[in-house]
């Protein structure tokens, strides 16, 4: 199927190995120096983007990446995610601290999928992670997904086949370390990405220059996105405990790293 | 064993069926600091009229505005540690209205004190005119926690009225403020594997390859790193930068200059203890301890952090250098632990400087390529300051820039030259390396020498000063049998050596036990292990696909060498002991990108030259912490 509009939302995260400490900030829970605290794109959407790069390659589609955070971090951490395939990008000036409200997280990220211009439903497929490196709830990518009315929903998604009529399959994870397997007749639909099959992509500079030209204004017409978090409490926020004890060994035979993680549980 | 570097040659030979892509801009810049911000801000505000028309038109891409890209071989832009105490004339005219509550860390300078640090644990080598100062000063009663606070600042030093910077902070700052204006674009995690040239001129730059193993062979995903052409190469990847490096291979250095001396800068960010007493804005600069050729620094910062570290000369002629134990001992010192016992690390890292100023000076443009920052010679070696001077030095090409892009005027050697070299050395920048130039050269000699000689310079404006002639860094390096003569035997020492060896370690550890400094009792928060302090603070990390960037030329020569600083001086235990003998094993995955294995080699080049056994590219990875 030609002409597919392949909507990833998806936005940033803390870099890994950053300390994390939560605070209270004005509007409700935070985490310290956050603004300080370098940024990726969650690696979970990342997941989705490239799958959606790679499937617009296949079926001459097009990709739009539709994400909620500050923009100025925004800005920043594109400077790195659109050097790897090409996309447009929606942005919704907002918090992506995790501590955002789910529903009103997904009413923005909705809404800022209605506005992309020329969009048509028939021909949409939303991806997004199914998971998040963000502390969210994991609940935002269904709501988005009914709150634009799709009903054909798949999560844990590693892999999509598509049909040249636009019919697809999807295998998604289950119990037991097993797939399974779904055929949907075709867009509009949502499927919630786990890691997929694919490497990230080599940073591309014609891939990056062609992104800029475009990332760049919509950065600058950012839609504010405030989400007030009206009704939202928090009974309490902490970092579970941990120990650190820190040894690199390489080439750890399998039963050694085992019967390690099963003496720590049990003490 | 053979004598070669296993890497994949770095030529144009591709695996069939690959090619090489090519892209064209105007203005190819290399390395993301304070020199590139400088440049890139003032050719960003310059490169559109009044009425919104751009002031030249692309070469490259006819049509359109002049194209100007920017590659940064780390992660992300700030990525990378020091923290900063300057006058900031450059910055604040750059930025008129400059305030500083918009930049995180950034504050004014308040308070400022020299200390000399006396040697409380009795490890210390000094030499006698200081051992004779320290008995002096506690005969006196005028050491306090071990330590003598000079009565006043010397002129030359002190920074007040100035700022405290966060040099990631401000360069994520000065970043966003120039990505945001639209006119370049910078480009992070893309690493340059050299420039593109053709004879003494430079045609573009060639970007790493990706998707490699780590002896640069190709795998799967395999993508040839691209060529960049451009009108001009602007070069500010640092003193450890390949471009830069490759060029002064190329072309040599002017009459009579070297980079010869370096220093490693580790250090980190800490958040002080609850009720610390120290203020925001406070300065202090400490010399002494832990081993008399070593300087420290503690600024602190807004919100009860500071950012500290210690700074290791390459004229300290240890061969066991470690920085990382140093900086421990350092901390422990009475007079800085009363502040810093319950703080915690937050941030962590280490950095080459490239320490010979004015005499470093490479030759500053050429056709189709013009070199600003601190591998350009820009820093100050008597008031230690480098970041305002490399900033301004980017000012100073920007409007040359403009300049050459008004008139139509193509980027040759002459016109550069007519330009950014003029307006440089017309500059106060020049003005102010010039008396720096020779102010230490006392250290040569020793010391004592050093320190009288930066006096003497720094009083005099330069007249006068103490001579010392130089040496390349590896002609300096003592075998650690002749370092530690009369303190360990030669017999222990190869004991040390013969298990150390045999467990991968370095040498640094037990020689400077036995040598006795004190074991470091790790608390978990600030005293913690070298490698905690690569995941706590450095967060290091290492994409995958890419090559190591540091490989030995001769493993023969490196089989022969009794003392492997490269190991010992490693900032990130990225180089350590290969138990089967030859050439150092590395790891990139620790790797910090500070370059101090590029001139703590104490082995010369097979191929002759200035350079080391040790060749060092520009890779990805290394520090994702840009609180520094």
Redesign the interface.
Known sequence: MKGLQIVVLGSIVPDPLQTLEPVSGPTGPALKNELMLPAVLDPWAGHALYEAANLAKKVEGKVYLVALGPKAKLQQVMMNVAQKVPFEIVVLDGPASGFADAAETAAALAGGVEKIPGLDKSKLLVFGGWQSASRGTGAVLQMVGELLGITDQFQGVDEIAMAEDGSFTVLERIEGGSYQKSSCQGAPALLGWATGNLPEPPNNPQVGMQNMRLIMPALAKATPAPLKGEGLKYAGVELPSQRRETRVVKNAPVEDIARELADWIRA | MTDVNTSAPAGDELPEGYER?R?DVDVACVGFGPAMGGFLHTLSQGLTNEDGTPVAESKAMPGMPP?V?C?ERA???G?GVSGVVTKGRGIRASFPDLDLTQI??ATEVKHEEVLYLLDPVGASRRPVLMRLADKALKIFGMARNHAFKLPYVPGFLRKEPGILLSMG?FN?WA??QI??Q?QA??????PVAGPILSGKAVAGVR?QD??VDKRGVPE??F?PG?D?HSQLVVVGDGPVGAVGRKLDEQLGLPAGNHAREWAVGMKMVVDLPEGCQLKAGTVLHTLGYPEPEIFGFLYVYPGNVASLGIFVPSWFDNPVRTAYRYLQHWMQHPVLWKHLKGGRM?SWGAKSLQESGKRGEPFLAGDGFARIGEGSGTTNVLTGSGVDEAWTSGVLLGVSVLELLKADQPFTRENIEKTYVRRRQESWLEREAKIAEKARDGFQNGVVQGLIGMALTGLTEGKLFWPGASKKPHERIPSIESYFQGRISAEEIAAIRKDCTAKGLPLHGALMDRAGWPKVEHD?QLLV?H??AL??GG???A?S?YRDHVTFKSHNVCAGCGEKVCIEACSGQAISANPEGGAPLFDRE?CVHCGACLWNCSKPSPGGGESSNVDFQAGAGGL????N
Not at chain 2, 185 to 190: M, N, S, V, Y
């Open positions: 892509q892209m194209q890209i590659y992660d992300d832009l990525f995180p860390l902070q994520q970043g966003g990505m945001a639209g674009q910078i480009w992070p995690g893309t970007l990706q998707g799967a995903g993508m691209m960049i937050r978990g292990s490698q905690d995941l706590m967060k290091v990390q994409p696909g620790k994702h912490s840009a609180e």
